[in-house]
Protein backbone atom coordinates (compact mmCIF):
# COMPACT_ATOMS: atom_id res chain seq x y z
CA UNK A 1 0.00 0.00 0.00
CA UNK A 2 3.10 2.48 0.75
CA UNK A 3 4.60 1.92 -2.57
CA UNK A 4 1.40 2.59 -4.57
CA UNK A 5 1.08 5.77 -2.62
CA UNK A 6 4.33 6.95 -3.06
CA UNK A 7 3.73 6.38 -7.09
CA UNK A 8 0.73 8.57 -7.15
CA UNK A 9 2.26 11.33 -5.29
CA UNK A 10 5.26 10.90 -7.65
CA UNK A 11 2.85 11.25 -10.89
CA UNK A 12 0.51 13.64 -10.25
CA UNK A 13 2.76 16.13 -7.42
CA UNK A 14 2.81 19.64 -9.29
CA UNK A 15 5.77 20.09 -11.60
CA UNK A 16 6.97 23.46 -10.10
CA UNK A 17 7.76 22.00 -6.78
CA UNK A 18 10.50 19.82 -8.46
CA UNK A 19 13.43 20.98 -9.82
CA UNK A 20 15.24 20.86 -13.43
CA UNK A 21 16.92 17.57 -12.15
CA UNK A 22 13.33 15.72 -12.99
CA UNK A 23 13.75 16.70 -16.85
CA UNK A 24 17.13 15.71 -17.40
CA UNK A 25 15.68 12.07 -17.26
CA UNK A 26 14.68 13.17 -20.89
CA UNK A 27 16.83 16.17 -21.17
CA UNK A 28 20.18 15.07 -20.19
CA UNK A 29 22.14 18.17 -21.71
CA UNK A 30 20.64 21.47 -20.42
CA UNK A 31 22.58 21.73 -18.23
CA UNK A 32 25.27 23.05 -20.79
CA UNK A 33 23.01 25.49 -22.44
CA UNK A 34 22.69 29.43 -22.15
CA UNK A 35 19.71 29.04 -19.32
CA UNK A 36 21.10 25.62 -17.72
CA UNK A 37 21.35 27.25 -14.23
CA UNK A 38 17.45 28.27 -14.29
CA UNK A 39 14.91 25.93 -13.79
CA UNK A 40 12.83 24.35 -16.59
CA UNK A 41 9.28 26.19 -15.50
CA UNK A 42 11.20 29.35 -15.32
CA UNK A 43 10.32 29.54 -19.02
CA UNK A 44 8.02 26.96 -19.45
CA UNK A 45 5.48 27.46 -16.63
CA UNK A 46 2.60 25.99 -18.70
CA UNK A 47 4.56 22.17 -17.93
CA UNK A 48 1.82 21.71 -14.88
CA UNK A 49 2.02 17.63 -14.77
CA UNK A 50 4.53 15.03 -15.14
CA UNK A 51 4.57 14.01 -18.00
CA UNK A 52 3.50 17.27 -19.57
CA UNK A 53 2.03 17.24 -23.01
CA UNK A 54 4.30 17.14 -25.60
CA UNK A 55 3.87 20.34 -27.34
CA UNK A 56 4.20 23.27 -24.96
CA UNK A 57 3.78 27.04 -25.61
CA UNK A 58 6.62 28.88 -26.65
CA UNK A 59 8.21 30.63 -23.89
CA UNK A 60 7.93 34.44 -23.49
CA UNK A 61 11.14 36.08 -23.65
CA UNK A 62 10.66 39.15 -22.86
CA UNK A 63 9.49 38.29 -19.20
CA UNK A 64 13.27 37.99 -18.46
CA UNK A 65 14.21 40.09 -21.40
CA UNK A 66 12.38 42.87 -21.60
CA UNK A 67 14.68 45.79 -22.20
CA UNK A 68 15.77 43.46 -25.44
CA UNK A 69 12.33 43.23 -26.23
CA UNK A 70 11.44 46.69 -26.18
CA UNK A 71 14.10 47.54 -28.91
CA UNK A 72 13.79 44.51 -30.73
CA UNK A 73 9.74 45.71 -31.46
CA UNK A 74 11.20 48.42 -33.69
CA UNK A 75 14.58 47.05 -35.01
CA UNK A 76 14.22 46.08 -38.46
CA UNK A 77 14.66 42.28 -37.77
CA UNK A 78 10.98 42.12 -35.88
CA UNK A 79 9.54 43.83 -38.97
CA UNK A 80 10.78 40.98 -40.66
CA UNK A 81 8.87 38.88 -37.99
CA UNK A 82 12.03 37.08 -37.09
CA UNK A 83 11.56 35.03 -33.87
CA UNK A 84 14.17 35.30 -30.85
CA UNK A 85 14.92 31.77 -31.36
CA UNK A 86 16.15 31.97 -34.80
CA UNK A 87 19.00 33.92 -34.06
CA UNK A 88 19.53 32.94 -30.31
CA UNK A 89 20.14 28.97 -29.18
CA UNK A 90 18.22 27.95 -26.11
CA UNK A 91 18.13 24.20 -26.01
CA UNK A 92 21.56 23.49 -27.95
CA UNK A 93 24.89 23.03 -26.88
CA UNK A 94 26.24 26.31 -28.73
CA UNK A 95 26.89 29.22 -26.84
CA UNK A 96 25.55 32.88 -27.66
CA UNK A 97 23.74 33.91 -31.23
CA UNK A 98 24.55 33.10 -34.55
CA UNK A 99 26.38 35.56 -36.89
CA UNK A 100 25.25 37.69 -38.50
CA UNK A 101 26.77 35.97 -41.82
CA UNK A 102 24.41 33.11 -41.21
CA UNK A 103 21.76 34.96 -42.72
CA UNK A 104 23.79 37.10 -44.79
CA UNK A 105 26.64 35.43 -46.19
CA UNK A 106 26.54 37.60 -49.73
CA UNK A 107 26.96 41.34 -47.90
CA UNK A 108 30.11 42.65 -49.84
CA UNK A 109 30.20 46.34 -48.58
CA UNK A 110 31.11 47.47 -52.00
CA UNK A 111 30.26 51.10 -51.18
CA UNK A 112 31.95 51.25 -48.33
CA UNK A 113 35.32 53.09 -48.32
CA UNK A 114 38.35 50.46 -47.16
CA UNK A 115 36.28 48.19 -46.44
CA UNK A 116 39.02 45.64 -44.63
CA UNK A 117 40.00 48.47 -42.33
CA UNK A 118 36.61 49.07 -41.43
CA UNK A 119 34.90 46.16 -40.86
CA UNK A 120 37.90 44.95 -38.56
CA UNK A 121 37.59 48.34 -36.69
CA UNK A 122 33.89 47.53 -36.14
CA UNK A 123 31.25 44.84 -35.81
CA UNK A 124 28.42 44.19 -37.91
CA UNK A 125 26.20 46.03 -34.73
CA UNK A 126 29.01 49.02 -34.86
CA UNK A 127 27.48 50.07 -38.23
CA UNK A 128 24.19 48.86 -38.31
CA UNK A 129 23.03 49.16 -34.80
CA UNK A 130 21.32 52.45 -33.23
CA UNK A 131 22.46 51.97 -30.62
CA UNK A 132 26.49 51.66 -30.43
CA UNK A 133 29.56 52.44 -27.93
CA UNK A 134 32.66 52.74 -29.07
CA UNK A 135 36.28 53.16 -28.22
CA UNK A 136 39.60 53.90 -29.50
CA UNK A 137 42.78 53.44 -27.73
CA UNK A 138 46.15 54.77 -29.03
CA UNK A 139 49.93 53.46 -27.59
CA UNK A 140 52.91 55.51 -29.08
CA UNK A 141 56.15 53.88 -28.52
CA UNK A 142 59.21 56.26 -28.60
CA UNK A 143 62.71 55.03 -27.97
CA UNK A 144 63.67 58.39 -26.36
CA UNK A 145 62.30 59.93 -22.96
CA UNK A 146 59.70 62.87 -24.25
CA UNK A 147 58.21 65.72 -22.15
CA UNK A 148 54.77 65.28 -21.35
CA UNK A 149 53.74 68.66 -22.57
CA UNK A 150 55.56 68.14 -25.72
CA UNK A 151 51.99 66.35 -26.59
CA UNK A 152 49.97 68.21 -24.02
CA UNK A 153 50.58 71.51 -24.21
CA UNK A 154 47.82 72.89 -22.06
CA UNK A 155 48.67 70.84 -19.31
CA UNK A 156 45.03 69.62 -19.03
CA UNK A 157 45.46 66.01 -19.32
CA UNK A 158 43.56 65.66 -22.84
CA UNK A 159 45.15 65.89 -26.08
CA UNK A 160 43.51 67.86 -28.95
CA UNK A 161 43.58 67.45 -32.68
CA UNK A 162 46.24 70.58 -33.00
CA UNK A 163 47.90 69.33 -30.19
CA UNK A 164 47.91 65.54 -31.65
CA UNK A 165 49.41 66.71 -34.99
CA UNK A 166 51.72 69.23 -33.70
CA UNK A 167 53.32 66.12 -31.64
CA UNK A 168 53.46 63.84 -34.70
CA UNK A 169 55.14 66.60 -36.64
CA UNK A 170 57.63 66.86 -33.24
CA UNK A 171 58.12 63.46 -33.59
CA UNK A 172 59.11 62.71 -37.52
CA UNK A 173 61.32 65.64 -36.94
CA UNK A 174 63.25 64.55 -33.82
CA UNK A 175 62.75 60.63 -33.99
CA UNK A 176 62.32 60.35 -37.21
CA UNK A 177 60.82 56.63 -37.97
CA UNK A 178 62.07 55.06 -35.04
CA UNK A 179 58.39 55.14 -33.26
CA UNK A 180 55.45 53.43 -33.60
CA UNK A 181 51.65 53.93 -33.31
CA UNK A 182 49.00 51.43 -32.42
CA UNK A 183 45.15 52.04 -32.98
CA UNK A 184 42.57 49.69 -31.55
CA UNK A 185 38.81 50.92 -32.44
CA UNK A 186 36.05 48.73 -30.73
CA UNK A 187 32.48 49.39 -31.80
CA UNK A 188 29.79 47.48 -31.09
CA UNK A 189 25.68 47.69 -30.64
CA UNK A 190 23.21 45.97 -29.52
CA UNK A 191 21.75 43.16 -31.76
CA UNK A 192 18.52 44.06 -30.67
CA UNK A 193 17.97 47.32 -31.75
CA UNK A 194 19.42 46.67 -35.87
CA UNK A 195 17.88 49.56 -38.02
CA UNK A 196 16.80 49.97 -41.07
CA UNK A 197 19.33 52.26 -42.53
CA UNK A 198 23.42 51.85 -41.27
CA UNK A 199 24.73 54.83 -39.68
CA UNK A 200 26.43 57.71 -42.09
CA UNK A 201 29.97 58.41 -42.86
CA UNK A 202 29.30 61.38 -40.62
CA UNK A 203 28.23 59.62 -37.67
CA UNK A 204 31.94 59.01 -37.02
CA UNK A 205 33.92 61.76 -39.18
CA UNK A 206 32.13 64.46 -38.08
CA UNK A 207 30.38 63.35 -35.21
CA UNK A 208 31.01 61.19 -32.50
CA UNK A 209 28.27 58.95 -32.36
CA UNK A 210 30.06 55.80 -32.08
CA UNK A 211 33.60 56.44 -30.98
CA UNK A 212 32.52 58.45 -27.67
CA UNK A 213 35.88 57.68 -25.86
CA UNK A 214 39.45 57.70 -27.12
CA UNK A 215 42.80 56.86 -25.07
CA UNK A 216 46.86 57.58 -25.74
CA UNK A 217 49.53 56.07 -24.19
CA UNK A 218 52.97 57.46 -24.11
CA UNK A 219 55.92 54.46 -23.98
CA UNK A 220 59.07 55.42 -23.50
CA UNK A 221 62.19 54.39 -21.28
CA UNK A 222 61.02 55.08 -17.63
CA UNK A 223 58.14 56.59 -18.54
CA UNK A 224 54.40 55.47 -19.14
CA UNK A 225 51.36 57.96 -19.38
CA UNK A 226 47.71 57.82 -20.16
CA UNK A 227 46.09 60.65 -21.67
CA UNK A 228 42.54 61.68 -23.24
CA UNK A 229 42.39 61.94 -26.76
CA UNK A 230 39.84 63.67 -28.78
CA UNK A 231 38.50 60.68 -31.43
CA UNK A 232 39.09 63.28 -34.58
CA UNK A 233 42.84 62.87 -33.53
CA UNK A 234 42.83 59.46 -35.04
CA UNK A 235 39.24 59.28 -37.24
CA UNK A 236 40.08 61.59 -40.13
CA UNK A 237 37.23 64.88 -40.36
CA UNK A 238 35.11 64.88 -43.58
CA UNK A 239 32.98 67.67 -44.50
CA UNK A 240 29.40 67.90 -43.92
CA UNK A 241 27.80 66.12 -47.05
CA UNK A 242 26.63 69.19 -48.26
CA UNK A 243 29.81 71.18 -48.31
CA UNK A 244 31.78 69.05 -49.54
CA UNK A 245 30.39 70.05 -52.87
CA UNK A 246 31.86 73.31 -52.30
CA UNK A 247 35.81 71.30 -52.02
CA UNK A 248 37.92 71.81 -54.65
CA UNK A 249 37.32 67.93 -54.92
CA UNK A 250 33.97 68.18 -54.77
CA UNK A 251 33.49 70.02 -57.59
CA UNK A 252 35.85 68.10 -59.81
CA UNK A 253 33.27 65.40 -59.07
CA UNK A 254 35.83 63.49 -56.69
CA UNK A 255 33.85 60.51 -54.60
CA UNK A 256 35.05 59.42 -51.58
CA UNK A 257 35.52 55.67 -52.53
CA UNK A 258 38.18 57.31 -55.73
CA UNK A 259 40.53 58.01 -52.53
CA UNK A 260 39.90 55.66 -49.75
CA UNK A 261 39.59 52.58 -52.21
CA UNK A 262 42.48 51.21 -50.43
CA UNK A 263 42.88 49.74 -46.60
CA UNK A 264 45.45 51.54 -44.75
CA UNK A 265 46.86 55.28 -44.82
CA UNK A 266 46.48 56.94 -47.68
CA UNK A 267 49.73 57.51 -49.55
CA UNK A 268 50.79 59.88 -51.98
CA UNK A 269 50.31 56.83 -54.99
CA UNK A 270 46.57 58.06 -54.27
CA UNK A 271 47.31 61.49 -54.91
CA UNK A 272 49.59 61.10 -58.35
CA UNK A 273 46.76 59.53 -59.99
CA UNK A 274 45.51 62.85 -60.51
CA UNK A 275 48.53 65.30 -59.91
CA UNK A 276 51.05 63.23 -61.54
CA UNK A 277 52.99 65.90 -62.93
CA UNK A 278 52.99 68.26 -59.64
CA UNK A 279 54.51 65.05 -57.73
CA UNK A 280 56.91 64.64 -60.45
CA UNK A 281 58.03 67.88 -59.66
CA UNK A 282 58.18 67.24 -55.69
CA UNK A 283 59.44 63.96 -55.44
CA UNK A 284 63.08 65.35 -56.04
CA UNK A 285 62.42 67.70 -53.04
CA UNK A 286 64.13 68.28 -49.67
CA UNK A 287 60.18 67.21 -48.18
CA UNK A 288 59.93 64.20 -50.31
CA UNK A 289 63.38 62.95 -49.48
CA UNK A 290 62.92 59.80 -47.07
CA UNK A 291 59.16 60.48 -46.79
CA UNK A 292 59.52 63.49 -44.52
CA UNK A 293 56.40 64.56 -45.87
CA UNK A 294 53.64 63.16 -47.36
CA UNK A 295 50.68 64.94 -49.41
CA UNK A 296 48.27 64.84 -47.01
CA UNK A 297 50.77 66.29 -44.51
CA UNK A 298 50.47 69.99 -46.04
CA UNK A 299 47.14 69.32 -47.66
CA UNK A 300 43.68 68.56 -46.44
CA UNK A 301 41.33 67.26 -49.29
CA UNK A 302 38.34 68.07 -47.35
CA UNK A 303 39.09 71.63 -46.77
CA UNK A 304 36.54 73.89 -48.23
CA UNK A 305 38.34 77.29 -48.80
CA UNK A 306 40.45 77.32 -52.03
CA UNK A 307 44.33 77.96 -51.90
CA UNK A 308 43.67 81.83 -53.22
CA UNK A 309 41.27 81.99 -49.91
CA UNK A 310 43.77 81.05 -47.72
CA UNK A 311 45.65 83.76 -45.67
CA UNK A 312 48.93 83.84 -45.33
CA UNK A 313 48.76 83.58 -41.48
CA UNK A 314 47.04 80.19 -41.77
CA UNK A 315 49.43 78.85 -44.71
CA UNK A 316 52.58 79.79 -42.33
CA UNK A 317 50.51 77.67 -39.93
CA UNK A 318 50.74 74.49 -42.39
CA UNK A 319 54.77 75.28 -42.09
CA UNK A 320 55.14 75.72 -38.59
CA UNK A 321 53.99 72.39 -37.73
CA UNK A 322 57.54 71.11 -38.61
CA UNK A 323 59.35 74.08 -39.18
CA UNK A 324 58.05 76.21 -35.69
CA UNK A 325 61.19 78.06 -35.57
CA UNK A 326 60.92 80.02 -38.90
CA UNK A 327 61.24 83.14 -36.51
CA UNK A 328 64.67 82.75 -35.20
CA UNK A 329 65.87 81.69 -38.65
CA UNK A 330 65.06 85.08 -40.05
CA UNK A 331 66.86 87.16 -37.94
CA UNK A 332 68.68 88.61 -41.08
CA UNK A 333 65.27 89.76 -42.61
CA UNK A 334 64.05 93.05 -42.68
CA UNK A 335 60.74 94.35 -41.12
CA UNK A 336 60.81 90.47 -40.51
CA UNK A 337 57.18 90.99 -38.85
CA UNK A 338 55.61 92.43 -41.78
CA UNK A 339 57.11 89.95 -44.08
CA UNK A 340 55.27 87.37 -42.10
CA UNK A 341 52.22 89.34 -41.68
CA UNK A 342 51.69 89.62 -45.18
CA UNK A 343 53.74 86.69 -46.88
CA UNK A 344 53.78 83.11 -46.68
CA UNK A 345 56.72 80.76 -46.83
CA UNK A 346 56.22 79.31 -50.63
CA UNK A 347 57.06 83.38 -51.81
CA UNK A 348 60.51 83.43 -51.04
CA UNK A 349 61.04 79.21 -50.16
CA UNK A 350 59.95 78.54 -54.16
CA UNK A 351 60.83 81.15 -56.40
CA UNK A 352 59.13 79.54 -59.87
CA UNK A 353 55.86 79.56 -57.87
CA UNK A 354 53.13 82.42 -59.36
CA UNK A 355 52.70 84.73 -56.93
CA UNK A 356 49.62 87.68 -56.96
CA UNK A 357 48.15 89.55 -54.65
CA UNK A 358 44.54 88.82 -53.07
CA UNK A 359 41.68 90.80 -51.23
CA UNK A 360 39.06 90.55 -48.99
CA UNK A 361 36.55 92.86 -47.72
CA UNK A 362 36.25 93.29 -44.31
CA UNK A 363 34.07 95.44 -41.86
CA UNK A 364 35.33 97.07 -39.28
CA UNK A 365 32.39 98.00 -36.74
CA UNK A 366 32.87 98.95 -33.04
CA UNK A 367 32.54 95.35 -32.52
CA UNK A 368 35.33 94.43 -33.96
CA UNK A 369 36.53 93.04 -37.62
CA UNK A 370 35.09 90.15 -39.38
CA UNK A 371 35.02 89.46 -42.95
CA UNK A 372 32.36 90.52 -45.68
CA UNK A 373 29.36 87.51 -45.84
CA UNK A 374 26.82 86.92 -48.91
CA UNK A 375 24.25 88.07 -46.22
CA UNK A 376 25.56 91.53 -45.75
CA UNK A 377 25.38 91.71 -49.87
CA UNK A 378 21.92 90.40 -49.79
CA UNK A 379 21.19 93.37 -47.49
CA UNK A 380 22.80 95.75 -49.39
CA UNK A 381 21.23 95.05 -52.53
CA UNK A 382 17.83 93.84 -51.61
CA UNK A 383 18.51 90.52 -54.12
CA UNK A 384 19.79 87.50 -54.40
CA UNK A 385 22.14 87.82 -57.50
CA UNK A 386 24.98 86.42 -57.61
CA UNK A 387 28.13 88.81 -55.88
CA UNK A 388 30.24 88.91 -59.39
CA UNK A 389 27.24 89.91 -61.05
CA UNK A 390 26.66 93.25 -58.79
CA UNK A 391 30.03 93.93 -58.64
CA UNK A 392 31.33 93.84 -62.73
CA UNK A 393 28.52 96.11 -64.02
CA UNK A 394 30.72 96.82 -67.12
CA UNK A 395 30.09 92.78 -67.66
CA UNK A 396 34.37 92.73 -68.40
CA UNK A 397 34.71 89.81 -65.64
CA UNK A 398 37.62 92.37 -64.54
CA UNK A 399 36.82 94.60 -61.75
CA UNK A 400 37.97 98.45 -61.56
CA UNK A 401 38.04 101.48 -59.17
CA UNK A 402 35.01 103.09 -60.88
CA UNK A 403 32.96 99.44 -60.04
CA UNK A 404 34.63 98.88 -56.57
CA UNK A 405 33.98 102.42 -55.16
CA UNK A 406 30.39 102.69 -55.61
CA UNK A 407 29.91 98.96 -54.55
CA UNK A 408 31.77 99.27 -51.46
CA UNK A 409 29.54 102.67 -50.46
CA UNK A 410 26.29 100.54 -51.19
CA UNK A 411 27.90 98.26 -48.22
CA UNK A 412 28.38 101.04 -45.85
CA UNK A 413 24.72 102.11 -45.70
CA UNK A 414 23.76 98.53 -44.15
CA UNK A 415 26.65 96.78 -41.93
CA UNK A 416 27.13 100.21 -40.20
CA UNK A 417 30.93 99.86 -40.12
CA UNK A 418 33.96 101.16 -42.47
CA UNK A 419 34.30 98.45 -45.27
CA UNK A 420 37.43 98.22 -46.91
CA UNK A 421 40.19 95.90 -48.67
CA UNK A 422 42.49 93.70 -46.62
CA UNK A 423 45.35 92.90 -48.96
CA UNK A 424 47.82 89.76 -49.29
CA UNK A 425 50.48 88.82 -51.27
CA UNK A 426 50.23 84.58 -51.93
CA UNK A 427 51.25 82.12 -54.27
CA UNK A 428 48.84 81.68 -56.53
CA UNK A 429 50.05 78.17 -57.87
CA UNK A 430 52.68 76.40 -55.66
CA UNK A 431 55.52 75.12 -57.86
CA UNK A 432 56.20 72.18 -55.29
CA UNK A 433 60.43 72.61 -55.48
CA UNK A 434 60.81 74.23 -52.16
CA UNK A 435 63.02 73.62 -49.44
CA UNK A 436 65.51 73.50 -51.40
CA UNK A 437 67.84 75.81 -49.63
CA UNK A 438 70.10 76.64 -52.49
CA UNK A 439 66.87 78.03 -54.49
CA UNK A 440 65.88 80.61 -51.81
CA UNK A 441 65.12 84.06 -53.51
CA UNK A 442 67.13 86.66 -51.01
CA UNK A 443 67.28 89.37 -54.06
CA UNK A 444 64.46 92.51 -52.25
CA UNK A 445 63.81 93.71 -55.86
CA UNK A 446 61.75 90.56 -56.91
CA UNK A 447 58.92 91.86 -54.51
CA UNK A 448 60.16 95.58 -54.17
CA UNK A 449 59.95 97.12 -57.80
CA UNK A 450 57.68 98.43 -60.26
CA UNK A 451 57.48 95.66 -62.03
CA UNK A 452 57.15 92.92 -59.39
CA UNK A 453 55.34 89.81 -60.75
CA UNK A 454 52.00 89.61 -58.77
CA UNK A 455 51.13 92.99 -59.66
CA UNK A 456 50.04 91.14 -62.63
CA UNK A 457 47.83 88.97 -61.03
CA UNK A 458 45.11 90.43 -58.56
CA UNK A 459 41.84 88.96 -57.47
CA UNK A 460 38.95 89.81 -55.22
CA UNK A 461 37.56 86.99 -53.03
CA UNK A 462 33.35 87.75 -53.04
CA UNK A 463 31.25 85.40 -50.73
CA UNK A 464 28.47 83.95 -52.75
CA UNK A 465 25.69 81.85 -51.82
CA UNK A 466 27.74 78.57 -51.88
CA UNK A 467 31.47 79.54 -51.45
CA UNK A 468 33.23 82.18 -52.94
CA UNK A 469 34.43 83.94 -56.84
CA UNK A 470 37.41 85.45 -57.43
CA UNK A 471 37.30 88.13 -59.86
CA UNK A 472 40.49 89.75 -61.21
CA UNK A 473 40.99 93.66 -60.52
CA UNK A 474 42.91 96.21 -61.80
CA UNK A 475 45.84 97.78 -59.99
CA UNK A 476 44.30 101.28 -59.65
CA UNK A 477 42.04 99.28 -56.98
CA UNK A 478 44.75 99.69 -54.81
CA UNK A 479 44.89 103.33 -54.83
CA UNK A 480 40.81 103.42 -54.22
CA UNK A 481 39.96 101.98 -50.96
CA UNK A 482 41.81 102.03 -47.69
CA UNK A 483 44.28 98.47 -47.31
CA UNK A 484 46.54 97.78 -44.83
CA UNK A 485 48.33 96.11 -47.66
CA UNK A 486 48.94 99.11 -49.41
CA UNK A 487 49.95 100.82 -46.07
CA UNK A 488 52.73 98.65 -45.09
CA UNK A 489 54.20 98.02 -48.62
CA UNK A 490 56.91 100.20 -50.39
CA UNK A 491 58.67 99.71 -52.78
CA UNK A 492 62.44 99.23 -52.52
CA UNK A 493 65.02 102.59 -51.77
CA UNK A 494 61.47 103.60 -49.78
CA UNK A 495 61.66 103.24 -46.08
CA UNK A 496 59.58 103.89 -42.94
CA UNK A 497 60.68 105.74 -40.08
CA UNK A 498 60.39 103.97 -36.73
CA UNK A 499 60.27 105.12 -33.77
CA UNK A 500 63.32 103.03 -32.27
CA UNK A 501 65.46 104.78 -35.92
CA UNK A 502 64.95 108.02 -33.69
CA UNK A 503 66.26 106.95 -30.14
CA UNK A 504 68.70 104.84 -31.89
CA UNK A 505 70.36 107.97 -33.58
CA UNK A 506 70.67 109.76 -30.43
CA UNK A 507 71.52 107.48 -28.10
CA UNK A 508 74.73 106.37 -30.45
CA UNK A 509 78.27 108.61 -30.43
CA UNK A 510 81.10 109.02 -32.78
CA UNK A 511 81.27 106.37 -35.46
CA UNK A 512 78.11 105.14 -34.59
CA UNK A 513 76.39 107.48 -35.18
CA UNK A 514 77.53 108.84 -38.54
CA UNK A 515 76.87 105.05 -39.60
CA UNK A 516 73.22 105.53 -38.65
CA UNK A 517 72.63 108.77 -40.32
CA UNK A 518 74.40 107.26 -43.64
CA UNK A 519 71.89 104.66 -42.93
CA UNK A 520 68.56 106.46 -42.09
CA UNK A 521 68.97 107.49 -46.09
CA UNK A 522 65.95 108.88 -47.19
CA UNK A 523 64.19 108.47 -43.62
CA UNK A 524 65.70 111.70 -42.87
CA UNK A 525 62.77 113.55 -44.97
CA UNK A 526 60.62 111.96 -41.81
CA UNK A 527 62.87 113.05 -39.36
CA UNK A 528 62.80 116.46 -40.75
CA UNK A 529 59.06 116.41 -41.08
CA UNK A 530 58.34 115.23 -37.40
CA UNK A 531 60.94 118.03 -36.33
CA UNK A 532 59.11 120.85 -38.15
CA UNK A 533 55.66 119.78 -36.65
CA UNK A 534 56.75 119.64 -33.33
CA UNK A 535 58.69 122.71 -34.00
CA UNK A 536 55.11 124.17 -35.54
CA UNK A 537 53.07 122.92 -32.14
CA UNK A 538 55.54 123.63 -30.23
CA UNK A 539 54.99 127.87 -31.32
CA UNK A 540 51.33 127.10 -31.17
CA UNK A 541 51.57 126.58 -27.49
CA UNK A 542 53.90 128.84 -26.40
CA UNK A 543 52.07 131.64 -28.38
CA UNK A 544 49.14 130.74 -26.81
CA UNK A 545 50.40 130.89 -23.13
CA UNK A 546 52.22 133.86 -23.99
CA UNK A 547 48.53 135.68 -24.86
CA UNK A 548 47.04 134.12 -21.81
CA UNK A 549 50.29 135.73 -19.49
CA UNK A 550 50.04 139.65 -21.06
CA UNK A 551 46.43 139.85 -21.66
CA UNK A 552 46.28 139.87 -17.31
Request: aromatic residues 8%.
Amino acid sequence: MRHLLAILILVFIPLHLLGADECFDCHDKYKKTNHGKLDCTACHNDAKDLPHPEKLKKPGCAFCHGEAAKMYETSAHAEKQLACGQCHTVHNLAQGAKKCISCHPSVAHKSLPSTRKHLAAADCTGCHSRSVHGEINVQVNIPQPVLRETIDKDSNNRVDEKEWKDFLAYTQSVVKDTYRITRKYSARGSTHNIGEKTISCNGCHVENKVFQKAFVELVAPGQRSKLILDPHSVIPRLPVSDLYGLTSHGKSGVACRDCHASQGRISDRVCIKCHEKVYNVYKSSAHAKGSAANCTDCHDPHKVKTYKELRPSERITVCTRCHSDYEGKHTWLPHAELHFMYLECSTCHSPRSEKGMVFNIKVRTEAGERNLSYDDIAAAFGTKRSARDLIDRDLDRRIASSEIVPFFDRLKTTTRGTVAIDGSIVVTRVHHDYSEVQKRDKVCTTCHSDDAPFYQSMYLVLPERQGFSHMPVKGTVLASMPSSLALNFILLGETKLRWSDIKTLFRAKGETRREIIEDLRFRWIDIIGIFILIMVLFFIVVHIILRVVFRR
